[in-house]
């Protein structure tokens, strides 16, 4: 019987549990899967606890992304390279392994036909959410990104660090409240929590305004997941533009998560079946 659970704060919108559960009951594994709320300043009791509690894995999500990073033996390349981690494997001897599948989630969930190649993205927000988009549009072949923020200064540290990753990108930090024209890029993510569920539910990090001025081949990609149709989305759908729901970056990085935790290849799509009749 496998043991595996999330933790992050607030954890009230999460759909991780009922997705995981799809999976594990589709390829008939058993295992548990606990939402373990777990504050910023509680980070090192609830490792004890995982460990203590014979875990083999847990997920992770904001705000911990990049402070669980400094409690792991060792990363794999993509939590080396978006500099957080999003999932752990405990191993036997209580070994903590971090990983990085938001990256994998993300790109999965852009369409095979969008081409990106040599374009301009936005991505609002800088957290480790946006660190993720940032790699994952970068392998996809966009070759500017401007990051907005709400507090340019607080977010030099995170620009600073994917400048040194990727010096054949140009990043450009821009305040959000600014924003005023979209026009000149072929996809707009937004990376923060404004629009989900207990958090700024019914507003949109950008005006209907700003989205008109997109152009009619812009991409819309929401990383909120819950609900599924964000008031960013909305907005997309009013101005005609092609749109990503959150909902399928979560299930892909989860199917890579189930991947490393098990060796399984989990079905995605009862997943998402799963995760529909909840939300």
């Known amino acids: 019987m496998y043991k595996f659970g999330i933790i992050g704060y607030p954890l009230g919108h999460s759909m991780s549990a009922v997705i995981q559960k799809a999976a594990f009951d589709g390829m008939k594994v058993q295992a548990s899967y606990e939402v373990l709320e777990t504050p910023p300043e509680n980070l090192i009791d609830r490792i004890k606890f995982l460990k203590r509690n014979d875990f083999n894995g847990f997920n992770v999500t904001i705000p ?36 990085n599948t938001d990256i994998y989630g993300f790109m999965s969930a852009i369409p095979k036909d969008a081409n990106l190649k040599d374009k301009s993205a936005a991505i609002l927000g800088t957290g480790g959410a946006s660190r993720a988009a940032a790699v994952g549009l970068i392998r996809k072949g966009i070759k500017n990104i401007d990051l907005y923020t709400r507090n340019i200064i607080n977010s030099q540290n995170a620009i600073n660090y994917l400048r040194a990753q990727f010096p054949q990108i140009k990043f450009e930090a821009c305040q959000i409240q600014g924003i005023r024209d979209i026009s000149k890029y072929a996809i707009v993510v937004n990376a923060t929590p404004i629009g989900m569920r207990g958090f700024a539910m019914d507003e949109s990090p950008l005006d209907l305004s700003v989205m008109k001025t997109a152009e009619a081949d812009t991409i819309i990609y929401d990383i909120v997941y819950n609900p599924i149709d964000t008031l960013f989305l909305q907005y997309a759908d009013k101005c005609g533009l092609r749109k990503i729901e959150g909902l399928d970056m979560l299930i892909y990085q989860a199917e890579k998560a189930i991947n490393i935790w098990t060796g399984l290849t989990p079905d995605i799509n009862l997943m998402k079946i799963a995760a529909l009749k909840v939300l």
Do not use: Q, R
């Not at 939590?79 to 903590?96: D, H, L, P, S, Y």
């Open 64 to 99: 911990l992304k990049v402070p669980v990073s400094l409690f792991v033996n060792e990363i794999d390349d993509d939590a080396n390279i978006a500099g957080c981690v999003n999932t752990v494997k405990i191993t036997e001897n209580k070994e903590f392994y971090g990983y």
